[in-house]
Every structure is written in structure tokens, then in C-alpha cells.
């Protein structure tokens, strides 16, 4: 099982940090936002992660779970709590469904954000 000290940016595992805490005191609504604000900033140091807005030709993205499922790598678990939205320029962003947060959807989040920059940091060292 991967853990912040995996991870080798320190921005990053700070913030992995910060929502294990999280996590651990209960307090998932924190843990569920640090993780999405997290993977804001993957997104920003990875461009080409961020989806075409919906309706744009190009990658699948938008309200069905089907072109959800038909895209090329999922960009965000999709427990219709938090969103992540794209505008018209590709800036991506946080959509909030709600405010409170169970256990499993914030551990959700944040074993998909620590899936996701453990693979990036093994992408990163295999062009190295």
C-alpha cells in the first residue's frame, strides 16, 4: 500500500499528509477537499491530464457514466461529490455537490491521488 513518504515531491506528499491526518481524526469533508485541490495542482503541472470540456470534440468527459467509462484514463472518481469541470480554455476546476463527506468517498479520493502521482513519479523516472 502506497504512503506519503512514496511520494517524492514535497508539495505533494504535504498535502497527502494533511488529508491522511484527516482521515485518521474523522474529519473526511477536509480530507475529501485537500485531495481534490491536490489533484488541481497535478493538473496544472500536467496539462495533458486535463480532459476536453464537454461537448468539445476529443476525450469523453461530462454527464454520463458511460462517456465516463469511454474515455482514455479516468480523470476523477465519480462519486457525485466533487467534480472536476473544464471550461472552454481548459482551465479545470472544483464543482461541490455537497458539503459533507462519508469515509469511503474520501478514501476514495485520496487512493486515487496517491494512485495517480505514484504512477506519474514512475513515468517521470523511466524518461530519466
Known amino acids: 500500500m502506497l504512503t506519503p513518504a512514496d511520494i517524492h515531491d ?11 491526518k484527516a482521515l485518521d481524526e474523522g474529519d473526511y ?7 481534490a485541490e491536490t489533484y488541481l495542482m497535478v493538473l496544472q503541472q500536467h496539462p495533458e491530464l486535463v480532459p476536453e470540456p ?3 470534440p476529443g476525450r469523453a468527459t461530462g ?7 469511454a474515455s482514455p484514463r479516468p480523470v ?11 471550461d472552454q480554455d481548459r482551465r479545470p476546476g472544483l464543482a461541490f455537490d455537497k458539503e459533507r463527506f462519508s469515509f469511503s468517498e474520501a478514501a ?12 506519474l ?8
Open 10 to 20: 514535497p508539495k505533494f506528499r504535504v498535502a497527502l499528509e494533511a488529508a491522511d
Open 29 to 35: 469533508a477536509t480530507a475529501a477537499r485537500t485531495c
Open 54 to 56: 464537454a461537448g468539445q
Open 63 to 69: 454527464g454520463s457514466f458511460a462517456s465516463y467509462l
Open 76 to 86: 476523477w472518481p465519480r462519486t457525485g461529490g466533487i467534480n472536476i469541470v473544464v
Open 108 to 119: 476514495g479520493y485520496y487512493e486515487f491521488l496517491i494512485g495517480e502521482l505514484w504512477r
Open 121 to 128: 513519479q514512475q513515468q517521470e523516472a523511466e524518461r530519466k
